[in-house]
């Protein structure tokens, strides 16, 4: 990805680029070699924890439901990574692919919606 392109996205484009990158390494963590596999599973951790940090305390019920699941995968990244537990990455693997296509539908619905006349799209936002 071109480095200007990343200072052009929105949060939530930024957002959406992380997680494909989190699916593209649980997905090739699956069949790599072991110290592939590593590598892929710490980086994997790592993109789980700039996505922890990029949450918004005021983001209400879904920032705590995304707080809980980047936890979880993040310490089952870790056992998969410690235990070579190839079950666990493929779990890994269905959630990131999950919430990789869930953040792409909200995005999409998100562009659908009209602003009112005269509103500003951001006046709802605290």
């Known amino acids: 990805m071109n480095p200007n392109r990343l200072y052009e996205m929105s949060p939530q484009e930024l957002t959406q680029a992380m ?10 963590a699956r069949t790599a070699t072991i110290a592939e596999r590593n590598r892929h599973l710490r980086q994997a951790r790592e993109l789980l924890a700039k996505l922890h940090q990029g949450l918004h305390d005021g983001g209400g ?11 979880y995968m993040a310490k089952s990244s870790l056992e998969a990574l410690i235990e070579q537990d190839m079950d666990k990455i493929e779990e890994l ?32 936002y605290q």
């Open 19 to 28: 997680l494909h990158a989190l699916v593209y390494h649980y997905e090739q």
């Open 61 to 71: 019920i879904i920032s705590a439901q995304l707080d809980e699941l980047y936890l």
């Open 93 to 124: 693997h269905g959630l990131a692919t999950e919430l990789d296509k869930t953040w792409g539908e909200a995005i999409e619905n998100a562009r659908l919606k009209p602003v009112p006349a005269g509103g500003n799209r951001y006046e709802n």
